[in-house]
């Protein structure tokens, strides 16, 4: 019986193997910090805003969103940039279709809507090489610009529209967006010299188009016509300019 209980109390007190104990919280902590890359937290949150738009959810910023995240998708080089392209393409002129209808009918103000969606068929046209389309959308777009687009985009005094605050947006000067975007149809045209001349324009220019993108864009443009003093200027901004890489490609 005393042997019985010193086993008993033996087993319940064993030290515990600190190698293991080790090796156990390590596969823990490993585990609690694991990174769920950004490609895949784009394509999960793509998947469910996809099965709501395609329940019957009329959401012009909805597809909006789909279109960006398009647009991203045939960025990287983890997916077909053709397949996400053309989706990119279907998105938005699913939300243009939603923006017409409510702008006919007066329920709301899309004119944001509809310049935004737009800029992403433009994008989308532009990627795939449909260079009339793309021609077409932003020379549309660009025709009111200058009026109800800019106006509408910057919002009163700097706020939000209400279409932004839905889809989550910052305001956007929708006319130097148009002209980012005719500056790289140019330059697939194979007119690069008036491509850099409205990038130019863009860097001198006032307000919004001051961004960091645009010198950062104009600069590439520089840097790869061999003008490596005149990008120097330029050259600090590329790294945190919000330069999308599709701009840079088309600056190659």
């Known amino acids: 019986m005393y042997i019985h209980c010193r086993r008993s109390l033996s087993a319940v007190a064993a030290p515990v193997d600190g190698a293991k104990c080790s090796i156990v919280a390590s596969a823990v902590h490993v ?3 694991k990174v769920v890359p950004a490609a895949e937290k784009s ?6 805003l996809l099965s709501g738009l395609q329940s019957g959810v009329v959401s012009a910023a909805g597809w909006l969103a789909a279109a960006e995240l398009r647009l ?9 940039a053709q397949e996400s392209l053309e989706q ?32 992403a068929l433009a994008r989308a046209h532009l990627g795939l090489g449909d ?18 687009g800019t106006a509408e985009a910057a919002g009163a005094g700097g706020q939000l529209t209400p279409f932004s605050a839905i889809a989550g947006m ?7 967006q148009c002209t980012r975007y005719l500056a790289m149809f140019f330059i697939k045209r194979g007119l690069r010299p008036v491509a850099v001349n409205m990038y130019a324009g863009l860097v001198a220019g006032a307000g919004s188009s001051q961004e960091a993108w645009a010198h950062a864009e104009y600069g590439a443009l520089k840097l790869a016509d061999g003008e490596a003093e005149a990008s120097k200027m330029y050259a600090g901004l590329v790294a945190g300019a919000g330069s999308s890489q599709e701009a840079l490609n088309h600056a190659e």
């Open 31 to 33: 585990k609690r910090k």
């Open 88 to 119: 990119a393409a279907y998105a938005a002129g699913q939300g243009l279709q939603i923006a017409t209808q409510n702008n006919l009918a007066g329920t709301e103000r899309m004119q944001q809507a509809s310049s935004l969606l737009q800029l």
């Open 72 to 80: 991203m998708e045939a960025a990287s080089s983890t997916s077909p």
């Open 43 to 48: 394509k999960a949150l793509l998947k469910l």
């Open 170 to 176: 910052p305001a956007v000067d929708v006319q130097s």
């Open 131 to 148: 260079l009339d389309a793309a021609q077409g959308v932003l020379t549309t777009l660009a025709r009111g610009a200058g009026d109800a």
